[in-house]
């Protein structure tokens, strides 16, 4: 079975911090890797997608990154804000099949 | 683009009812996707489209539920009859497959219908 696992489920960093949210993924024949963030009561926005021949992705101060042989990315997050609470969640689209396979997510807290 | 639009954005029903949700995706995708977000079970695909046809509806729940995509800027997901347990965030999502050379299937969600069945 394809699962996609987010650790931890929760995080409450002060502001200014940099941080590291992590997902892994149990087979390694994926296609690409999005990430995605959440507000409450709100949609899912797309942050960055890797393709699979990629190794990371930067948009401002995110990096995302993904290492397919050890079935893990991370979402890096530089000098945290509050406004950038919220929950972070990454979803794995395979080679077979064109759904996403999500992660539980990791629910973000910035503290000002 | 405006985006995938969904509606209603809210919608309360009793159990029993039938229950529409509709969804307008980006215009020129190719792909359409339904999913159920709940606390307990977290985001689920119910079915997804391409080009109009349905290719995968194995995350419908029961017979209860349905959905058809008439034409490429329309689909529908009804519940019929609804009960407490279908009491959700329903998102509807797109993406495009694109030019053979930058194929990328990223996916752009909706605001999300929250359904309450009581």
């Known amino acids: 079975k394809q699962e996609v696992t987010q650790i931890p489920a929760a995080l409450s960093v002060p502001e200014g911090e940099n941080l590291v949210l992590n997902c892994s993924f149990t087979?390694?024949?994926?296609?690409?890797l999005q990430w995605f963030r959440q507000d409450p009561g709100k949609g899912l926005t797309s942050l960055l997608l890797?393709?699979?021949?990629?190794r990371e992705q930067t948009s401002g101060r995110l990096n995302a990154s993904l290492d397919k042989s050890s079935g893990r990315s991370t979402l890096y997050i530089a000098a945290s804000q509050p406004g950038d609470s919220a929950t972070y969640l990454c979803a794995v689209k395979y080679d077979a099949g064109n759904m996403l396979t999500f992660g539980g997510g990791t629910r973000l807290m910035v503290k000002p | 683009d405006a985006g995938v639009i969904q509606s209603p954005r809210h919608e309360v029903t009793e159990m029993g009812q039938e229950v529409t949700l509709r969804c307008k995706p980006i215009s020129g995708h190719d792909y359409l996707f339904w999913y159920r977000q709940t606390m307990m079970r977290g985001l689920e695909l119910l079915i997804y489209f391409n080009n109009n046809v349905p290719i995968d509806d194995s995350g419908m729940p029961e017979d209860r539920f349905s959905a058809k995509m008439p034409n490429a800027s329309f689909s529908t997901l009804k519940i019929q009859p609804s009960e407490p347990r279908d009491s959700a965030v329903y998102f509807c999502a797109s993406s495009s497959s694109g030019r053979a050379s930058q194929k990328t299937y990223e996916q752009y969600f909706g605001p999300g219908t929250r359904l309450t069945v009581t």
């Open positions: 890797i393709q699979s021949s990629q």
């Open positions: 087979d390694s024949a994926i296609y690409n």
